[in-house]
T-cell receptor
Framework: DGGITQSPKYLFRKEGQNVTLSCEQN?????MYWYRQDPGQGLRLIYY???????QKGDIAEGYSVSREKKESFPLTVTSAQKNPTAFYLC?????????????FGEGSWLTVV | AQSVTQLDSQVPVFEEAPVELRCNYS??????LFWYVQYPNQGLQLLLK??????LVESINGFEAEFNKSQTSFHLRKPSVHISDTAEYFC?????????????FGTGTRLLVSP
């Protein structure tokens, strides 16, 4: 079945460590996105990529990094510079990045700093 | 820049009763409008969207939303809810004028349906 796969579902990180969240899609979509969800704050855009080998910062990119070496993959690294990383992270994709396209979401990954 | 306001953080309702989840937006340009649903511990699923044409849009599971440009609203309604509709609902907008699909989300409304 086509879709977006995020892994791991749950991840615990010690302070000072970098962690990488995986996102793979088999929808043949050009555009991919990372959102962060905190209770009561809705979703905020971290990074987005309109095409392979290209990505742009979203509204809250500080402390995060991404890569887009393959069309189907868009991993997110949460670095030690991210002050408050505990959150629910959602990867998404759309056929193109043009406005109006439906954005499809993965199941999400919970990151907890211990 | 766009913004979305969902005034109700939580809406409790009894099964088979009607419900309305409110969404107002602010934008200096024309927008596309979306409603997404999120079940516990899952990602978001598109419920319905307004791009152009008829201002009343419907989903396959009985929800509908009406775009009201003068009131800058896109309220979500269902005439009779089921227990299975319990979820969080997010309203979102994106600008027509940008080359990039940046969705701006509201803070969500939790719909709680009880028997």
């Amino acid at each position: 079945d086509g879709g977006i796969t995020q892994s791991p579902k749950y991840l615990f990180r010690k302070e000072g460590q970098n962690v990488t969240l995986s996102c793979e899609q088999n929808l043949n979509h050009d555009a991919m996105y990372w959102y962060r969800q905190d209770p009561g704050q809705g979703l905020r855009l971290i990074y987005y990529s309109q095409i392979v080998n290209d990505f742009q910062k979203g509204d809250i990119a500080e402390g995060y990094s991404v890569s887009r070496e393959k069309k189907e993959s868009f991993p997110l690294t949460v670095t030690s510079a991210q002050k408050n990383p505990t959150a629910f992270y959602l990867c998404a994709s759309s056929m193109t990045a043009a406005s109006g396209n439906t954005i499809y979401f993965g199941e999400g990954s919970w990151l907890t700093v211990v | 820049a766009q913004s979305v306001t969902q005034l109700d953080s939580q809406v409790p309702v009894f099964e088979e009763a009607p419900v309305e989840l409110r969404c107002n937006y602010s934008s200096s340009v024309s927008v596309y409008l979306f409603w997404y649903v999120q079940y516990p511990n899952q990602g978001l699923q598109l419920l319905l969207k307004y791009l152009s044409g008829s201002t009343l849009v419907e989903s396959i599971n009985g929800f509908e939303a009406e775009f009201n440009k003068s009131q800058t609203s896109f309220h979500l309604r269902k005439p009779s809810v089921h227990i299975s509709d319990t979820a969080e609902y997010f309203c979102a907008v994106s600008s027509l004028n940008t080359g990039f699909q940046k969705l701006v989300f509201g803070t969500g409304t939790r719909l709680l349906v009880s028997p």
